[in-house]
């Protein structure tokens, strides 16, 4: 079939067109990737500010480049000073975590992103946003079930510390004397707002513990925060005077601890094997 003049001046136009714009896609790479070299220089001389300008430079020329999206959310993230809660810099932490959500956006896989994220809401004490953070991986039912299982462990870790904190309290934990032998015992906090939310924590806790291991049996932080929750509540049942719960809990914390201690040891001997087959023999 032959074709005529206007349809083959059309398909060299179009071929032109084609050309031209690969010419300039390769262009733009080159120019991202130079962008790059100098954010890499200016992040080791300490510049911070202007090699977050080369990065910012590097992902216009090249959107799809994860190394720019990446080296952007670490430049931002190392302007943060941890501890100063100055706004203009817990404003800097709150750039580094949307930063570090565009890398989660492109890859959800991403672990250095996702952990940067956790450890900055942390660091400005937005407990309420870390949660909603950890509890979304959590419930996310993409993720394989080993992180969904150290999701939850994490959180049962938060709500041990929230109770932790209330049964440790100078009012709470009495020291005593009976024949002689110190001891201590508990007693129900003075504001009755503090052993409700301490019974609350606890309840979340055990919770969140038992998912984490239906997720992962041998995940040995769920069963480390069991046995914790497990002796909060112990605590609380004193405080309630009711040594029959008091005792069951009791129990029951004996169990998980085994199973945590027995977890741990395992992970040692792997260790161990690891270290000792890394090892040169003489």
Known sequence: MRLSRSRIAAIAVLALFVAAGAGCTLV????????????????????????????????????????????????IHQQYKPGVDAPDNVAKA?????????????????????????????????????REWIMARANDANMPSEKRAEAFAILAGKDWDCSFRITELPDVKVTTSEGGKPGVTYQKPKDPKDFDKAQKCVVRGLEEAETSIKFDPNNESAWSYKTNLLLEAAKQAVMNGDAAKKAEYQRQADIAGKRASALADERRKKEEAAEAAATPTP
């Open 28 to 75: 733009n790479k080159i120019r991202a990737k130079n962008e790059l070299n100098e954010t890499a220089r200016s992040y080791k001389e300490g510049h911070f500010e202007e090699a977050e300008r080369h990065a910012r430079l590097a992902l216009s020329y090249d959107p799809e480049n994860k190394t720019a999206a990446i080296f952007i959310a670490r430049v």
């Open 94 to 130: 709150r750039e580094a975590i949307e930063a570090y959500k565009y890398i989660l956006a492109k890859n959800p896989n991403d672990e250095e992103a996702y952990k940067a994220i956790s450890v900055l809401y942390a660091a400005i004490k937005d407990e309420t946003k870390l």
